[in-house]
T-cell receptor, first 115, second 109 residues
């Protein structure tokens, strides 16, 4: 149990375009979802925390207008990278937690390359 | 402030034992996690400690001392597939995970 999927697993896009990444909890209700970014050889950086039905809480330094997060249901959260630039190229990972569990379950990640 | 410290890199021999240490300072504490991450993949859960002591799970064990703000992950009978980064993360008062930078473990034959 406790499976989280992400789609797409990798994406290449042109500079200036927008990219949407989906994160789904397949067999549990995710009251809270987290979005992380990881650059090569670095640790996970939390970008934002989203609770179902409410606005996401962004970490300091993360532009909320650039990284749009929607958590419209208990099983789906989306991250949209707007007007992507090459420096946004990274590994984006989501995780999900239900209200009764301490553990975060991670999705497989999405590798974004902006050319 | 909140801080997690763990060594950047460690090397060990196949079949041996290695201990990866982690010290933490957080605003409140709701447990200590260890995750394994292979290159290019997402982290996978290894262990969770919230009470002092040793938790054993097969070849992997994790220890916590809350009074010292200290944890370690012990890997026994090392296998080549254990080569990965090991991430220590502490859960703060808001149940947010504060992540360490990860320890890259290199296993040599």
């Amino acid at each position: 149990g406790a499976v989280v999927s992400q789609h797409p697993s990798w994406v290449i896009c042109k500079s200036g375009t927008s990219v949407k990444i989906e994160c789904r909890s397949l067999d549990f209700q995710a009251t809270t979802m987290f979005w992380y970014r990881q650059f090569p050889k670095q640790s996970l950086m939390l970008m934002a925390t989203s609770n179902e039905g409410s606005k996401a809480t962004y970490e300091q330094g993360v532009e909320k207008d650039k990284f749009l997060i929607n958590h419209a249901s208990l099983t789906l959260s989306t991250l949209t990278v707007t007007s992507a630039h090459p420096e946004d190229s990274s590994f984006y990972i989501c995780s999900a937690r239900d209200s009764s569990d301490y553990e975060q379950y991670f999705g497989p990640g999405t590798r974004l390359t902006v050319t | 402030g909140q801080n997690i410290d763990q060594p950047t890199e460690m090397t060990a021999t196949e079949g041996a034992i290695v201990q990866i240490n982690c010290t933490y300072q957080t605003s409140g504490f709701n447990g200590l996690f260890w995750y394994q991450q292979h290159a290019g993949e997402a982290p996978t859960f290894l262990s969770y400690n919230v009470l002092d002591g040793l938790e054993e799970k097969g070849r992997f064990s994790s220890f916590l001392s809350r009074s010292k703000g200290y944890s370690y992950l012990l890997l026994k009978e090392l296998q080549m597939k254990d080569s990965a980064s090991y991430l220590c993360a502490a859960s703060d008062s808001n149940y947010q995970l504060i992540w360490g930078a990860g320890t890259k473990l290199i296993i040599k034959p």
